[in-house]
């Protein structure tokens, strides 16, 4: 069963910075590219930036570029989302997911989301 959990979300002032993570069991990482996704109240779902577990390839919507780092951690099965210079516009509910297609789209499998609220 596969099973994606974030953390590390909260309240931050605009030009701070938060760390969230993606602990992930089940999946062939290797195969697997893990995304990152955000929410906000209102909006539909948008892509934020991607991995590519295999050799850490990675793509970031131009929202972020600069901002936001994404990288892994194979032995304990994580991925980070590494926020700074956070902007209000940057509040939403963070989903991370993976699946075994390179892109922005297709993904297989979910977290339940953590929340980033970020105050101006």
């Known amino acids: 069963q596969v099973q994606l959990v974030e953390s590390g979300g909260g309240l931050v002032q605009a030009g701070g910075s938060l760390r969230l993570s993606c602990a992930a069991s089940?999946?062939?990482?290797?195969?697997?590219?893990m995304g990152w996704f955000r929410q906000a109240p209102g909006k539909e779902r948008e892509f934020v930036g991607t991995?590519?577990?295999?050799?850490?390839?990675?793509d970031y919507a131009d929202s972020v570029k600069g901002r936001f780092t994404i990288s892994r951690a194979n032995a304990k099965s994580t991925v980070y989302l590494q926020m700074n210079n956070l902007k209000f516009e940057d509040t939403g509910v963070y989903f991370c997911?993976?699946?075994?297609?390179?892109?922005?789209?297709?993904?297989?499998?979910w977290g339940q989301g953590t929340q980033v609220t970020v105050s101006s």
């Open positions: 991995i590519r577990w295999s050799d850490g390839r990675t």
């Open positions: 089940g999946l062939s990482f290797s195969d697997y590219a």
């Open positions: 997911a993976a699946g075994l297609d390179w892109g922005r789209q297709k993904y297989n499998y």
